[in-house]
């Protein structure tokens, strides 16, 4: 059966998204939300969506049954009306990361899709590339040992601009929910919710935050040293080490196509593995496996995950000084 989508937004990652659905069998876009019925209009002209409207409208479509489920595209802060109001028309979700803007928003939003039977997934699209899924399989198999260590880092310089989405707390701007989600994801994939979070960084004159070095500790001496800025490109590099090797995540390991393994005593060994389009393919594919199989949470990447990278996150911009909100839409 084809899975027919629903977009809500229309900016680079609905575009990004778009694009994908189209190289995923089984798949079509159905609805184009915005806030700008004009907007989503022309979105849906462009991706060849039969339907467009407001977001109320993309609700409506959900509720008839006329999608099947609804990628939420939007800046942080709206994702957790959008979810709720889906939700609450049962219609099944993939919500883009950071999943909401506060971790009491995340938790009312992964409450109610449990409590109505309601598939909901984070769009952490890193976790189903082909190169973090052989990752995963090298860790499980017991290749490099027990893992002990994680490092990660994201940077990407972007020349400030408080009236940009980038930088408007309001929007939930700043390194962290926007970079620093990835690392943070990757490290607790592995390495399960810390028991303390770290973090030190530098904001800008808006009160953004700048850069973050996040410090995830475990009692049972295990860490992660994850860094994210909007200052500098940086190599977007991953390392997990373990007792009897490591594994590096060819830059950029939020996006990666190998692998470098070093067992100890070894040579290296190089593994590729490519993705499929832009690399978006695999989280809609495993969208569309759970839902014909009747899922309400993936097993790859379960609800409590978001939490667990939810309470990091919210951890380490409380230790920046800073405070996110929800942002109501209008539906």
């Known amino acids: 059966m084809t899975t027919r989508w629903g977009i809500a937004a229309t900016g680079g990652m609905a575009a990004a998204f778009a694009s994908d659905l189209a190289v995923t069998t089984d798949a079509e876009i159905a609805f184009v939300g915005s806030r700008s ?16 409207g407001t977001y109320r409208d993309l609700v409506e479509a959900g509720r008839r ?17 959008l979810a709720l109001a889906c939700i609450e028309a049962r219609t099944p979700l993939l919500v883009e990361k950071a999943f909401t803007a506060t971790l009491a928003g995340a938790e009312e939003v992964v409450a109610a899709a449990r409590a109505a039977g309601v598939f909901c997934m984070e769009a952490m699209w890193t976790r189903f590339q082909p190169a973090v899924a052989h990752l995963r399989d090298l860790v499980a198999a017991g290749d490099i040992g027990e893992v002990l260590l994680v490092q990660a880092d994201f940077g990407a310089q972007r020349d400030f601009d408080p009236a940009s989405r980038l930088f408007d707390l309001t929007l939930g701007g700043g390194s962290v929910l926007d970079l620093g989600v990835y690392p943070v994801s990757l490290a607790q994939h592995l390495l399960g919710r810390p028991d303390r979070v ?81 690399g978006y393919v695999h989280q809609a594919e495993e969208v569309q496996r759970c839902l014909a199989d009747g899922l309400t949470e993936s097993p790859l990447m379960p609800l409590q995950d978001t939490l667990d990278v939810m309470w990091v996150l919210e951890e380490a911009l409380g230790q920046l000084g800073i405070t996110m909100a929800e942002a109501a839409v209008d539906l």
Not at 65 to 79: I, L, R, S
Not at 255 to 265: D, E, F
């Open 37 to 52: 019925p004009e907007s989503a209009s022309a979105f849906a002209d462009r991706f060849g969506a039969p339907g467009s």
């Open 65 to 81: 049954g006329d999608v099947d489920v609804v990628y939420v595209a939007t800046p942080h802060p709206q994702h957790h009306d």
């Open 198 to 278: 770290t973090a030190t960084g530098t904001t800008y004159p808006n009160g953004a935050d700048r850069s973050a070095a996040i410090q995830l500790s475990y009692d049972d001496g295990r860490a992660a040293s994850l860094t994210c800025t909007l200052a500098s490109q940086t190599p977007g590099r991953a390392i997990v080490v373990g007792i009897a090797g490591s594994v590096e995540v060819v830059p950029p390991f939020y996006h990666p196509s190998a692998l470098v393994v070093r067992r100890n005593g070894a040579e290296p060994v190089d593994v590729e593995r490519l993705p499929t389009g832009r």
